[in-house]
């Protein structure tokens, strides 16, 4: 039952003080259930993805072109490099393996070495000819996708670079694809053409990233840490963040039954600020200083950048929510909660914490999409 119609149905007419009483107890229960799973499960649930590929075929490139920013550095080699570079962002855990068939790691000390069945999901990135190790590799990727539910996508990149006075380039790539499909079982896999230098290609893969088979968290873990590129993207965004704010209120209410001191509203300020920052971070909005310049759109979007801005550090933005707080508690219990609070406390005050939860939420939601919206529009009319 959603929130509104528990408050609602607490407080109907029917119901005497016990049942009320009862009745609040068991919503305390669920409520404190609810939260307490799928809050803890929902920021626990990581995607971990593997880059795999020949040093210097593009894979810091690829994953900064997806994520948006320069998470890995590009043009260091790693043939030499011996350990997996770890990066965290947003929901995902990005692990750049070295390279295998090399004399230092064959392909199966390379596997008792890094366990890569383990990963949620692979980018397999080349740029050149492929070579018995990779053909061996892309049975064991093929492996892990039936039996794991592991995908794997294979990335041709540096595609500007296909050329052949005699050839044009659609049969060049017609001829890659055959090559590459030979060393596999399925022989539909697609192969993806990139190009970092003029990043094309790049929204194709991210499309086919978004329709894989995959668990429905993990993939708006992906859709929140990759960079909007259109509008589209930026309406998953939207959705998914609308998607999590029964949960976050929920959770902050139910972590909050103890009520904030004056005011007759109880909320987890650590929930309702983990919420904002993750809804801000899901429209790629990070940087205050980085946001802070698209002010020059004139007074809508200075307008916008102030509201998003103001929840971006923690203790100011706690100020700022117990004032709504304060506001929203006084609104209520004006009207008709005064009477029923010293009944059923906890429960009424964690029901308009939730409740405030939401409101709030949905705005935030809003700003972020808004602003998003116009820096795209600005960013493709300068193109
Ligand atoms: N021409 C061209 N160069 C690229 C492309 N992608 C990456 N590079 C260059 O290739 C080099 C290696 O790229 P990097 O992403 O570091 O490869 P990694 O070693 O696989 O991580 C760098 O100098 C990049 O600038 C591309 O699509 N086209
Ligand atoms: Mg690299």
């Given at each position: 039952?959603?929130?509104?119609?528990?408050?609602?149905?607490?407080?109907?007419?029917?119901?005497?003080?016990?049942?009320?009483?009862?009745?609040?107890?068991?919503?305390?229960?669920?409520?404190?259930?609810?939260a307490?799973l799928k809050w803890d499960e929902y920021e626990k649930t990581k995607?971990?993805?593997?880059?795999?590929?020949?040093?210097?075929?593009?894979?810091?490139?690829?994953?900064?072109?997806?994520?948006?920013?320069?998470?890995?550095?590009?043009?260091?080699?790693?043939?030499?490099?011996?350990?997996?570079?770890?990066?965290?962002?947003?929901g995902?855990?990005?692990?750049?393996?070295?390279?295998?068939?090399?004399?230092?790691?064959?392909?199966?000390?390379?596997?008792?070495?890094?366990?890569?069945?383990?990963?949620?999901?692979?980018?397999?990135?080349?740029?050149?000819?492929?070579?018995?190790?990779?053909?061996?590799?892309?049975?064991?990727?093929?492996?892990?996708?039936?039996?794991?539910?592991?995908?794997?996508?294979?990335?041709?990149?540096?595609?500007?670079?296909?050329?052949?006075?005699?050839?044009?380039?659609?049969?060049?790539?017609?001829?890659?694809?055959?090559?590459?499909?030979?060393?596999?079982?399925?022989?539909?896999?697609?192969?993806?053409?990139?190009?970092?230098?003029?990043?094309?290609?790049?929204?194709?893969?991210?499309?086919?990233?978004?329709?894989?088979?995959?668990?429905?968290v993990?993939?708006s873990k992906?859709?929140?840490?990759?960079?909007?590129?259109?509008?589209?993207?930026?309406?998953?965004?939207?959705?998914?963040?609308?998607d999590n704010?029964?949960m976050y209120?929920?959770a902050?209410?139910?972590?909050?039954?103890?009520?904030?001191?004056?005011?007759?509203?109880?909320?987890?300020?650590?929930?309702?600020?983990s919420?904002?920052?993750d809804?801000?971070?899901?429209?790629?909005?990070?940087?205050?200083?980085?946001?802070?310049?698209?002010?020059?759109?004139?007074?809508?979007?200075?307008?916008?950048?102030?509201?998003?801005?103001?929840?971006?550090?923690?203790?100011?933005?706690?100020?700022?929510?117990?004032?709504?707080?304060?506001?929203?508690?006084?609104?209520?219990?004006?009207?008709?909660?005064?009477?029923?609070?010293?009944?059923?406390?906890?429960?009424?005050?964690?029901?308009?914490?939730?409740?405030?939860?939401?409101?709030?939420?949905?705005?935030?939601?809003?700003?972020?999409?808004?602003?998003?919206?116009?820096?795209?529009?600005?960013?493709?009319?300068?193109?």
């Open positions: 039952m959603a929130i509104v119609d528990k408050i609602l149905d607490l407080f109907n007419g029917d119901k005497n003080d016990n049942d009320k009483l009862q009745k609040s107890g068991e919503i305390e229960q669920d409520l404190k259930k609810r307490a995607v971990r993805l593997a880059l795999i590929g020949q040093p210097g075929a593009g894979k810091s490139s690829i994953i900064n072109s997806l994520v948006g920013t320069k998470l890995f550095p590009v043009g260091v080699y790693t043939d030499t490099t011996i350990t997996a570079q770890e990066k965290e962002y947003g995902l855990i990005i692990t750049d393996l070295p390279g295998y068939g090399t004399a230092r790691f064959p392909l199966d000390a390379w596997i008792d070495e890094f366990k890569p069945e383990q990963y949620d999901m692979y980018l397999f990135v080349f740029d050149g000819k492929l070579h018995e190790a990779d053909s061996q590799l892309f049975q064991y990727l093929e492996k892990w996708q039936q039996e794991r539910q592991h995908p794997f996508f294979l990335v041709r990149n540096k595609e500007d670079q296909i050329w052949d006075d005699e050839k044009t380039l659609e049969h060049l790539k017609e001829e890659i694809q055959a090559d590459v499909r030979s060393l596999l079982t399925d022989e539909e896999t697609p192969i993806f053409f990139t190009s970092c230098r003029h990043q094309t290609g790049i929204e194709a893969l991210k499309r086919a990233i978004y329709k894989m088979d995959f668990d429905e993990k993939k992906l859709v929140s840490s990759f960079k909007a590129t259109c509008l589209e993207d930026l309406e998953r965004k939207r959705a998914i963040c609308r704010l029964d209120a929920y902050a209410a139910a972590n909050g039954l103890n009520p904030l001191p004056g005011v007759d509203i109880s909320v987890d300020l650590g929930v309702f600020y919420m904002l920052k809804i801000r971070e899901t429209f790629g909005i990070r940087d205050e200083q980085k946001i802070k310049r698209y002010e020059i759109l004139g007074p809508t979007a200075k307008k916008l950048i102030d509201e998003v801005c103001q929840y971006m550090v923690e203790n100011y933005a706690n100020k700022l929510l117990m004032e709504l707080a304060k506001a929203f508690g006084k609104k209520f219990t004006e009207k008709q909660f005064t009477k029923l609070i010293p009944l059923v406390g906890n429960v009424a005050s964690a029901l308009l914490g939730a409740a405030m939860t939401r409101k709030v939420g949905e705005k935030y939601i809003d700003d972020c999409y808004e602003l998003s919206k116009m820096i795209m529009e600005h960013t493709i009319e300068q193109k």
